[in-house]
């Protein structure tokens, strides 16, 4: 009897102890469960942030809400050609097909150095394109200077006297073949009779990448003509240190904008024609000594005419 009481003591030692046993397992497997949870938290945490602030490295990061109104503002020049654009009646003199060629060069260079020949009804939408740049017009007019700038004070313009006429411009076309008028120098050095020499210095100064040659007036033979322009435009950018500066004329569908452009801007430098407008790339002869006035107009150019 002793025996069998022993006998069940035992077993009840035995079930306790396998119980105490299987508790203690069981609480040690969720206790590492739970630690190894805890770890992986904490490294997938740590390895987010750090992709984070990999990520962070290598993309721009978005402004604040804060910030949002300031980044996001319109420039006061667009937002007055905007409103300019929308409410006036009056049509510029270049159609969108010729305004979209100076467009294209405009997105490319701009903020770049920007000169005008002409303050016209487009003047405000060229300055505006080239917004960060400097955009500056020559004008004939003096009074029309005033009345453009006192509605549009931002824009910078210089008036300019010129003392050639259109019925002039034969003589003047046998004149700009001499050598005094195919040697390359600051317009205020030339020789050539063809050159402008009474503008601001720092006209002369200034290497400009675009130059739109829209003026001075030359539709009746006694108007001034384009013939200096077109000629100083071409000399400026043959005068420049390094580079090529791209060369608009407007109104080519005239027999002096015609003859002159081809002649003094160069076939050979022709990029295109749209329309009445047409885009010479003329490059510095400063930066390769002994290049002709005019290259060689072997069709290495691409061009588009319609």
Known sequence: MRSKIQSSINLKLVFICCSVLV???????RTSISSSSSTFSTTHLS???????????TKPKCPSTTMLPTCT???????????HYVTTNITPQQTFDEVSVSKRVLDKKSPCNFLVFGLGHDSLMWASLNHGGRTLFLEEDKSWIET??????????????????????????????????????DPRDSKCGLALKGLPPDVYETEW??????????YHNEAPGRMSAIYTAGLMARNRESGETDVFVHDV????????????????????????????????HRARA?????????????????
Do not use: W
């Not at 076309?173 to 040697?183: N, S, V, Y």
């Open 209 to 218: 990448d675009l130059i739109m040659v829209d003026a001075p007036t030359g």
């Open 73 to 83: 503002k319109l420039p006061a020049s667009l937002a007055d050609a905007l409103v």
């Open 253 to 284: 569908d005239r027999p002096v904008e015609d003859e002159f452009s081809a002649t003094f801007l160069c076939r050979g430098y022709l990029i295109e024609q749209q329309g009445r407008l047409r885009h010479f790339t003329v490059p510095s």
């Open 148 to 185: 453009v700038t006192h509605k549009f004070p931002k824009l910078e313009s210089y008036h300019v006297v010129y003392d050639t006429k259109v019925k002039d411009s034969d003589k003047l076309m046998e004149l700009g073949k001499t050598d005094d008028c195919k040697a390359v120098s």
């Open 47 to 57: 390895n987010s942030t750090i992709r984070g602030e990999d990520e962070n490295q």
């Open 23 to 29: 508790l203690l397992i069981l609480f040690l497997t």
């Open 290 to 306: 002994g290049r002709p006035f005019c290259p060689a107009d072997s069709g290495s150019h691409r061009r588009r005419f319609s």
